[in-house]
Structure formats: C-alpha cells, structure tokens
Nanobody, 123 residues
Framework: RVQLVESGGESVQAGGSLLLSCVLS????????LAWFRQAPGKEREWVAH????????YYNNSVMDRMIISRDNAKNSAFLQMSNLKPEDTAMYYC????????????????WGQGTQVTVSS
C-alpha cells in the first residue's frame, strides 16, 4: 500500500523560502506521477504542480509559476517542492499526492495522499 509523508512546512515571513519534501513508501516512486496540492482554510484543494513518472516533465499552477519548483529523486523515493518569494496567499496545508497514470491537475483522480504539512506566510 502506497503511503506518502510530507515534511518541511513552517511559518515564514513574506519573501522567504521553504523546501517541502515527500517520501513515498510501499512502492517505487518512479512508477508514479507525483503532485503537490494545497488547501487554505475555507477553500477547495488546489493543484500546485506535478511531475511525470517517466519523462520528468513538470507543470505548474500559474499562481506559483516562477516561484516554486517541483522535482523528484527516484533513488530516494522522494519528491520536493522548492518554494521561494513566498506570499501570504501561499498560506495553506500542502499535500503530496501520487497516481500511477499520467499526471493530471484534478485532486479527485489521485488515490494516494499524505497527511499534509502546514505552510504559514506572514506579511
């Protein structure tokens, strides 16, 4: 059974940076599309970025383009989200998700989820 564990969330000031990590167990990460989603209080879960299993192609939500970078290290069964120039509107619980098909930006099509890591950005 695939399990995901996120880490790296913290409280930071606007303009700061964070590196989120996600470790996959119960399978080989190279077999999965890996994605990051986020959910702010009172809002729907929002797709942030994803990286394909085979080609490593990445896609980003326009709201994080040029500020966040998704990457993966299959040797470590891990995915990462490098976040920079953080804004208060980036405040949310960040979730790592996996699916064993091609990447997509719809949360309901990802069967595997972590518990989330909280990112809080103060102005």
């Amino acid at each position: 059974r695939v399990q995901l564990v996120e880490s790296g969330g913290e409280s930071v000031q606007a303009g700061g940076s964070l590196l989120l990590s996600c470790v996959l167990s119960g399978g080989a990460s190279r077999d999965y599309c890996l994605a990051w989603f986020r959910q702010a209080p009172g809002k729907e879960r929002e797709w942030v970025a994803h990286i394909s299993a085979t080609s490593g192609i990445t896609y980003y939500n326009n709201s994080v383009m040029d500020r966040m970078i998704i990457s993966r290290d299959n040797a470590k069964n891990s995915a990462f989200l490098q976040m920079s120039n953080l804004k208060p509107e980036d405040t949310a619980m960040y979730y790592c998700a996996a699916r064993d098909y091609s990447c997509i930006d719809r949360a309901n099509l990802y069967p595997y989820w972590g518990q989330g890591t909280q990112v809080t950005v103060s102005s």
